[in-house]
Protein backbone atom coordinates (compact mmCIF):
# COMPACT_ATOMS: atom_id res chain seq x y z
CA UNK A 1 0.00 0.00 0.00
CA UNK A 2 1.28 3.14 -0.73
CA UNK A 3 0.00 6.78 -0.49
CA UNK A 4 -0.25 9.73 -2.63
CA UNK A 5 3.15 11.31 -0.90
CA UNK A 6 4.91 8.21 -0.50
CA UNK A 7 8.29 8.31 -2.86
CA UNK A 8 8.54 6.05 -5.38
CA UNK A 9 12.04 4.57 -6.88
CA UNK A 10 11.85 3.15 -10.57
CA UNK A 11 15.44 1.74 -11.59
CA UNK A 12 17.90 4.77 -10.91
CA UNK A 13 14.68 7.40 -10.92
CA UNK A 14 13.31 8.59 -6.89
CA UNK A 15 10.15 10.39 -7.40
CA UNK A 16 9.52 12.41 -4.33
CA UNK A 17 6.03 11.57 -4.72
CA UNK A 18 3.32 10.08 -6.92
CA UNK A 19 1.51 13.10 -7.87
CA UNK A 20 2.61 13.36 -11.40
CA UNK A 21 1.70 15.38 -14.09
CA UNK A 22 0.01 13.90 -17.39
CA UNK A 23 0.97 15.31 -20.79
CA UNK A 24 -0.58 18.20 -22.39
CA UNK A 25 0.12 19.41 -25.31
CA UNK A 26 0.09 23.10 -25.69
CA UNK A 27 0.23 24.12 -29.18
CA UNK A 28 2.81 27.00 -28.44
CA UNK A 29 6.12 25.74 -30.29
CA UNK A 30 7.15 27.51 -33.20
CA UNK A 31 8.92 25.84 -35.96
CA UNK A 32 8.77 22.84 -33.42
CA UNK A 33 11.22 24.58 -30.86
CA UNK A 34 9.77 24.94 -27.11
CA UNK A 35 10.08 28.75 -25.55
CA UNK A 36 8.97 31.19 -23.35
CA UNK A 37 5.40 29.23 -23.02
CA UNK A 38 6.79 26.24 -21.85
CA UNK A 39 9.45 27.47 -19.73
CA UNK A 40 6.15 29.49 -17.53
CA UNK A 41 3.76 26.48 -17.97
CA UNK A 42 6.66 23.46 -17.77
CA UNK A 43 8.33 26.00 -14.68
CA UNK A 44 4.95 26.64 -12.83
CA UNK A 45 4.36 22.86 -11.95
CA UNK A 46 8.44 22.27 -11.25
CA UNK A 47 7.22 25.32 -8.26
CA UNK A 48 4.22 23.09 -7.51
CA UNK A 49 6.40 19.78 -6.16
CA UNK A 50 5.11 16.86 -8.15
CA UNK A 51 6.91 13.80 -8.70
CA UNK A 52 6.97 14.17 -12.25
CA UNK A 53 6.39 16.60 -15.04
CA UNK A 54 5.49 14.67 -18.61
CA UNK A 55 6.36 16.66 -20.80
CA UNK A 56 3.76 16.41 -23.93
CA UNK A 57 3.11 14.76 -26.89
CA UNK A 58 6.56 15.56 -28.90
CA UNK A 59 7.39 14.58 -32.14
CA UNK A 60 9.97 12.15 -32.95
CA UNK A 61 10.25 13.69 -37.02
CA UNK A 62 8.55 16.73 -37.93
CA UNK A 63 5.64 15.53 -39.37
CA UNK A 64 5.19 13.17 -36.52
CA UNK A 65 3.45 15.98 -34.70
CA UNK A 66 -0.49 17.01 -33.69
CA UNK A 67 -0.54 20.52 -35.00
CA UNK A 68 1.49 23.11 -36.14
CA UNK A 69 1.85 24.61 -32.89
CA UNK A 70 3.32 21.19 -31.43
CA UNK A 71 7.26 20.44 -30.14
CA UNK A 72 9.29 17.82 -31.91
CA UNK A 73 12.97 16.35 -30.82
CA UNK A 74 13.82 15.83 -34.34
CA UNK A 75 17.47 16.88 -33.79
CA UNK A 76 19.85 17.93 -31.36
CA UNK A 77 18.90 21.65 -31.71
CA UNK A 78 15.31 21.36 -30.53
CA UNK A 79 16.65 18.46 -27.90
CA UNK A 80 18.38 21.91 -26.35
CA UNK A 81 15.49 24.12 -25.86
CA UNK A 82 14.41 21.98 -23.58
CA UNK A 83 17.42 21.23 -21.27
CA UNK A 84 16.54 24.45 -19.11
CA UNK A 85 13.50 23.51 -18.44
CA UNK A 86 14.45 19.84 -17.33
CA UNK A 87 17.17 21.85 -15.52
CA UNK A 88 15.07 23.92 -13.42
CA UNK A 89 12.53 21.53 -12.53
CA UNK A 90 16.07 19.55 -11.02
CA UNK A 91 16.72 22.28 -8.83
CA UNK A 92 13.47 21.57 -7.47
CA UNK A 93 13.48 18.46 -6.81
CA UNK A 94 11.11 17.22 -9.76
CA UNK A 95 11.43 14.59 -12.56
CA UNK A 96 11.04 15.25 -16.21
CA UNK A 97 9.79 12.94 -18.43
CA UNK A 98 9.33 13.23 -22.50
CA UNK A 99 6.67 11.95 -24.11
CA UNK A 100 7.67 10.53 -27.75
CA UNK A 101 4.98 10.72 -30.30
CA UNK A 102 4.39 10.45 -33.65
CA UNK A 103 -0.21 11.18 -34.57
CA UNK A 104 0.05 9.71 -37.76
CA UNK A 105 -3.29 9.97 -39.45
CA UNK A 106 -4.24 12.69 -37.03
CA UNK A 107 -1.22 14.81 -37.88
CA UNK A 108 -0.92 18.44 -39.71
CA UNK A 109 -3.60 20.32 -38.00
CA UNK A 110 -3.58 24.11 -37.12
CA UNK A 111 -4.35 25.22 -33.31
CA UNK A 112 -7.09 23.95 -31.89
CA UNK A 113 -8.13 27.95 -31.22
CA UNK A 114 -7.95 28.45 -35.51
CA UNK A 115 -10.87 28.59 -37.72
CA UNK A 116 -10.23 25.74 -39.60
CA UNK A 117 -8.69 21.88 -39.02
CA UNK A 118 -6.15 21.08 -41.03
CA UNK A 119 -2.66 22.81 -42.28
CA UNK A 120 -2.04 23.63 -45.78
CA UNK A 121 1.04 23.24 -47.08
CA UNK A 122 1.18 27.19 -47.14
CA UNK A 123 0.58 27.04 -43.15
CA UNK A 124 2.79 24.64 -42.68
CA UNK A 125 0.85 21.28 -43.45
CA UNK A 126 2.31 17.83 -44.80
CA UNK A 127 0.90 14.77 -46.16
CA UNK A 128 0.10 12.63 -43.24
CA UNK A 129 0.88 8.60 -42.51
CA UNK A 130 -0.72 5.88 -40.89
CA UNK A 131 -0.83 1.98 -41.09
CA UNK A 132 -4.02 2.54 -43.49
CA UNK A 133 -5.00 4.55 -46.09
CA UNK A 134 -8.16 5.28 -43.92
CA UNK A 135 -9.51 8.61 -42.60
CA UNK A 136 -9.75 9.68 -39.35
CA UNK A 137 -13.45 11.67 -39.13
CA UNK A 138 -13.26 15.00 -40.38
CA UNK A 139 -9.39 14.18 -41.89
CA UNK A 140 -7.96 13.52 -45.16
CA UNK A 141 -7.07 9.85 -46.40
CA UNK A 142 -3.05 9.09 -45.33
CA UNK A 143 -0.84 7.03 -46.46
CA UNK A 144 -0.52 3.80 -45.58
CA UNK A 145 3.62 3.59 -44.66
CA UNK A 146 5.71 1.30 -46.50
CA UNK A 147 7.63 -1.12 -44.74
CA UNK A 148 10.92 0.18 -44.97
CA UNK A 149 9.26 3.68 -43.39
CA UNK A 150 7.92 2.09 -40.77
CA UNK A 151 11.94 0.79 -39.88
CA UNK A 152 12.81 4.37 -39.97
CA UNK A 153 10.51 5.50 -37.59
CA UNK A 154 11.48 2.91 -34.98
CA UNK A 155 14.87 4.74 -35.33
CA UNK A 156 13.72 7.76 -35.27
CA UNK A 157 11.68 6.93 -32.08
CA UNK A 158 15.63 5.45 -30.71
CA UNK A 159 17.08 8.61 -32.26
CA UNK A 160 14.50 11.08 -30.27
CA UNK A 161 15.39 8.84 -26.85
CA UNK A 162 18.81 8.77 -27.17
CA UNK A 163 19.02 12.86 -27.51
CA UNK A 164 15.92 13.14 -24.98
CA UNK A 165 18.55 11.35 -22.71
CA UNK A 166 21.12 14.00 -23.47
CA UNK A 167 18.41 17.29 -22.56
CA UNK A 168 18.79 15.64 -19.36
CA UNK A 169 15.52 13.76 -19.18
CA UNK A 170 14.71 10.88 -16.28
CA UNK A 171 12.17 9.29 -17.96
CA UNK A 172 10.67 8.74 -21.28
CA UNK A 173 7.45 7.70 -22.94
CA UNK A 174 5.86 6.31 -25.66
CA UNK A 175 2.91 7.56 -26.86
CA UNK A 176 0.84 4.63 -28.13
CA UNK A 177 -2.23 5.53 -27.49
CA UNK A 178 -5.23 8.09 -28.35
CA UNK A 179 -6.12 6.79 -31.78
CA UNK A 180 -2.04 8.53 -32.69
CA UNK A 181 0.38 6.35 -35.14
CA UNK A 182 1.51 3.66 -32.48
CA UNK A 183 -2.49 2.70 -31.73
CA UNK A 184 -3.17 3.72 -35.72
CA UNK A 185 -1.27 -0.15 -35.79
CA UNK A 186 -2.53 -1.82 -33.08
CA UNK A 187 -6.53 -1.21 -33.21
CA UNK A 188 -8.43 -3.34 -35.36
CA UNK A 189 -10.77 -0.36 -36.18
CA UNK A 190 -7.98 1.32 -37.80
CA UNK A 191 -5.27 -1.18 -39.22
CA UNK A 192 -6.17 -3.08 -42.16
CA UNK A 193 -2.60 -3.95 -43.39
CA UNK A 194 -2.43 -7.27 -44.84
CA UNK A 195 1.49 -7.39 -44.17
CA UNK A 196 2.91 -8.73 -41.26
CA UNK A 197 2.27 -5.11 -39.51
CA UNK A 198 -2.04 -6.27 -39.93
CA UNK A 199 -4.29 -8.60 -39.06
CA UNK A 200 -3.41 -11.10 -35.90
CA UNK A 201 -3.07 -9.38 -32.75
CA UNK A 202 0.68 -10.18 -32.86
CA UNK A 203 0.86 -8.62 -36.12
CA UNK A 204 -0.43 -5.82 -34.97
CA UNK A 205 1.53 -4.96 -32.15
CA UNK A 206 5.00 -5.66 -33.95
CA UNK A 207 5.53 -1.86 -34.70
CA UNK A 208 5.40 -0.84 -30.85
CA UNK A 209 6.96 -3.74 -29.76
CA UNK A 210 9.72 -2.60 -32.12
CA UNK A 211 9.70 0.94 -31.13
CA UNK A 212 10.18 -0.19 -27.26
CA UNK A 213 12.79 -2.59 -28.16
CA UNK A 214 14.71 -0.29 -30.12
CA UNK A 215 14.29 2.77 -27.58
CA UNK A 216 14.98 0.46 -24.12
CA UNK A 217 18.32 -0.54 -26.20
CA UNK A 218 19.47 3.19 -26.28
CA UNK A 219 18.63 4.88 -23.20
CA UNK A 220 20.45 3.78 -19.53
CA UNK A 221 19.47 1.28 -17.57
CA UNK A 222 18.68 3.35 -15.33
CA UNK A 223 16.36 5.67 -17.58
CA UNK A 224 12.77 4.34 -16.69
CA UNK A 225 10.46 3.86 -19.35
CA UNK A 226 6.98 4.23 -19.70
CA UNK A 227 4.29 3.24 -21.86
CA UNK A 228 0.80 5.02 -22.82
CA UNK A 229 -2.06 3.27 -24.07
CA UNK A 230 -5.39 3.09 -24.81
CA UNK A 231 -7.05 0.34 -22.89
CA UNK A 232 -10.39 0.17 -24.76
CA UNK A 233 -11.66 1.60 -28.07
CA UNK A 234 -14.86 1.60 -26.28
CA UNK A 235 -16.57 -0.05 -29.50
CA UNK A 236 -17.73 -3.55 -30.03
CA UNK A 237 -14.85 -5.25 -32.27
CA UNK A 238 -11.99 -2.36 -31.41
CA UNK A 239 -9.17 -3.13 -28.83
CA UNK A 240 -9.97 -4.04 -25.57
CA UNK A 241 -9.02 -4.55 -22.19
CA UNK A 242 -8.02 -7.94 -22.72
CA UNK A 243 -6.18 -7.30 -25.62
CA UNK A 244 -3.95 -4.44 -23.17
CA UNK A 245 -3.60 -7.11 -20.78
CA UNK A 246 -1.82 -9.69 -23.34
CA UNK A 247 0.34 -6.25 -24.42
CA UNK A 248 1.00 -5.30 -21.33
CA UNK A 249 2.55 -8.54 -20.42
CA UNK A 250 4.96 -8.36 -24.18
CA UNK A 251 5.76 -4.75 -23.01
CA UNK A 252 6.96 -5.75 -19.14
CA UNK A 253 8.94 -8.41 -20.66
CA UNK A 254 10.87 -5.88 -22.95
CA UNK A 255 11.79 -3.80 -20.07
CA UNK A 256 8.83 -1.14 -19.97
CA UNK A 257 8.47 -0.03 -15.98
CA UNK A 258 4.87 1.27 -16.12
CA UNK A 259 1.51 1.71 -18.38
CA UNK A 260 0.13 5.19 -18.08
CA UNK A 261 -3.48 4.03 -19.05
CA UNK A 262 -5.73 6.02 -20.93
CA UNK A 263 -8.52 4.93 -23.27
CA UNK A 264 -10.01 5.84 -26.48
CA UNK A 265 -9.07 8.19 -29.50
CA UNK A 266 -9.28 5.50 -32.24
CA UNK A 267 -12.60 6.53 -33.46
CA UNK A 268 -14.51 9.87 -32.93
CA UNK A 269 -18.18 8.58 -31.74
CA UNK A 270 -16.93 5.96 -29.94
CA UNK A 271 -19.41 5.95 -26.32
CA UNK A 272 -17.56 6.54 -23.50
CA UNK A 273 -19.16 6.82 -19.55
CA UNK A 274 -17.01 9.64 -18.85
CA UNK A 275 -16.84 9.72 -14.78
CA UNK A 276 -14.34 10.84 -11.88
CA UNK A 277 -11.77 7.65 -11.97
CA UNK A 278 -13.37 5.94 -15.25
CA UNK A 279 -10.22 4.99 -16.37
CA UNK A 280 -9.03 3.85 -12.56
CA UNK A 281 -10.05 0.12 -13.43
CA UNK A 282 -7.60 0.05 -16.42
CA UNK A 283 -4.87 0.53 -14.47
CA UNK A 284 -6.00 -2.22 -11.93
CA UNK A 285 -6.31 -5.15 -14.22
CA UNK A 286 -3.07 -4.68 -15.69
CA UNK A 287 -1.32 -4.06 -12.79
CA UNK A 288 -3.52 -7.16 -11.49
CA UNK A 289 -3.37 -9.18 -14.60
CA UNK A 290 -0.06 -8.53 -16.69
CA UNK A 291 1.85 -7.96 -13.07
CA UNK A 292 2.97 -4.43 -14.21
CA UNK A 293 3.45 -0.95 -12.50
CA UNK A 294 0.59 1.41 -13.77
CA UNK A 295 -0.29 5.01 -13.54
CA UNK A 296 -4.02 5.82 -13.25
CA UNK A 297 -5.33 8.48 -15.47
CA UNK A 298 -8.67 10.81 -16.21
CA UNK A 299 -11.39 12.69 -14.05
CA UNK A 300 -8.87 12.54 -11.10
CA UNK A 301 -9.10 15.89 -9.47
CA UNK A 302 -9.65 15.56 -5.62
CA UNK A 303 -6.53 15.07 -3.06
CA UNK A 304 -8.85 12.51 -1.42
CA UNK A 305 -9.83 10.08 -4.58
CA UNK A 306 -6.09 10.12 -5.67
CA UNK A 307 -5.07 8.94 -1.98
CA UNK A 308 -7.69 6.40 -2.01
CA UNK A 309 -6.49 5.07 -5.43
CA UNK A 310 -3.01 4.05 -4.02
CA UNK A 311 -4.02 3.29 -0.54
CA UNK A 312 -6.43 0.38 -1.84
CA UNK A 313 -3.64 -0.04 -4.20
CA UNK A 314 -5.64 0.27 -7.89
CA UNK A 315 -2.48 1.96 -9.20
CA UNK A 316 0.72 3.02 -8.19
CA UNK A 317 0.80 6.61 -9.23
CA UNK A 318 -1.48 9.42 -10.23
CA UNK A 319 -1.38 11.40 -13.60
CA UNK A 320 -3.24 14.70 -13.52
CA UNK A 321 -3.99 16.64 -16.51
CA UNK A 322 -6.65 19.43 -16.26
CA UNK A 323 -6.44 19.88 -12.42
CA UNK A 324 -3.05 20.34 -12.67
CA UNK A 325 -3.96 22.94 -15.71
CA UNK A 326 -6.11 24.72 -13.40
CA UNK A 327 -3.80 24.65 -10.16
CA UNK A 328 -0.23 23.69 -11.22
CA UNK A 329 0.46 24.10 -7.59
CA UNK A 330 -1.85 21.23 -7.25
CA UNK A 331 0.60 18.72 -5.10
CA UNK A 332 1.03 21.66 -2.30
CA UNK A 333 -2.67 21.94 -2.51
CA UNK A 334 -3.08 18.30 -1.96
CA UNK A 335 -0.54 17.75 1.01
CA UNK A 336 -2.56 21.09 3.04
CA UNK A 337 -5.65 18.96 2.46
CA UNK A 338 -4.61 15.88 3.83
CA UNK A 339 -2.68 16.93 6.38
CA UNK A 340 0.96 16.00 5.25
CA UNK A 341 3.97 18.10 5.47
CA UNK A 342 5.76 18.60 2.47
CA UNK A 343 9.11 20.54 1.55
CA UNK A 344 7.77 23.89 -0.41
CA UNK A 345 9.86 26.02 -2.82
CA UNK A 346 11.82 28.18 -0.71
CA UNK A 347 10.35 31.40 -2.18
CA UNK A 348 7.02 30.27 -1.58
CA UNK A 349 7.37 29.12 1.83
CA UNK A 350 5.68 32.24 3.58
CA UNK A 351 2.58 31.41 1.80
CA UNK A 352 2.22 28.03 3.52
CA UNK A 353 0.40 29.38 6.10
CA UNK A 354 -1.52 32.67 6.41
CA UNK A 355 -0.74 33.67 10.17
CA UNK A 356 1.36 36.82 10.12
C1 LIG B 1 -4.27 16.24 -23.13
N1 LIG B 1 -3.99 14.88 -23.09
C2 LIG B 1 -2.85 14.40 -23.69
N2 LIG B 1 -2.51 13.09 -23.56
C3 LIG B 1 -1.35 12.63 -24.04
O1 LIG B 1 -1.06 11.45 -23.90
N3 LIG B 1 -0.48 13.47 -24.68
C4 LIG B 1 -0.75 14.80 -24.86
O2 LIG B 1 0.08 15.54 -25.37
C5 LIG B 1 -2.01 15.26 -24.41
N4 LIG B 1 -2.40 16.56 -24.61
C6 LIG B 1 -3.46 17.08 -23.90
C7 LIG B 1 -3.71 18.46 -23.93
C8 LIG B 1 -4.71 19.00 -23.13
C9 LIG B 1 -4.92 20.48 -23.11
C10 LIG B 1 -5.50 18.14 -22.32
C11 LIG B 1 -6.57 18.71 -21.43
C12 LIG B 1 -5.30 16.79 -22.35
C13 LIG B 1 -4.75 13.98 -22.20
C14 LIG B 1 -4.27 14.14 -20.77
O3 LIG B 1 -2.92 13.77 -20.60
C15 LIG B 1 -5.14 13.30 -19.81
O4 LIG B 1 -4.97 11.96 -20.14
C16 LIG B 1 -6.61 13.68 -19.91
O5 LIG B 1 -6.78 15.09 -19.87
C17 LIG B 1 -7.42 13.06 -18.77
O6 LIG B 1 -6.93 13.45 -17.52
P1 LIG B 1 -7.61 14.65 -16.68
O7 LIG B 1 -7.46 15.92 -17.45
O8 LIG B 1 -9.05 14.28 -16.48
O9 LIG B 1 -6.81 14.66 -15.39
Keep these: MNTL?????LRG?????????????QYSATDGFVGAWHSAHLGAFATGAPGLIMVEATGVVPEGRISIGCPTIEDDAHAKAFAPMV???HSQGVKMGIQLAHAGNKASTMKPWDDHLMASPAEGGWEA??????AFEGYPVPRALTVAEIAGLVQSFADAAVRSVKAGFDVIEIHAAHGYLLHQFYSPLINGRT????????NRIRFLL???RAVRKVIPEGTPLFVRISCSDWVDGGWNLIDSVELAKELKTLGVDLIDASSGGAIHNAKIDVKPGFQVPFATALRTEAEILTGAVGLITEPEQADHILVTVEADAI??????????????????KLGITIKWPTSLDRARTLKK
Excluded at 13 to 25: A, D, I, K
Excluded at 319 to 335: D, E, Q, S
Aim: negative net charge; hydrophobic residues 45%; glycine residues 6%.
Design 5 to 9: FDPFT
Design 13 to 25: VTFQNRVWVSPMC
Design 87 to 89: EFA
Design 129 to 134: VSSTAR
Design 195 to 202: DEYGGSFE
Design 210 to 212: EVV
Design 319 to 336: FLGRAMLRNPRWALYAAE
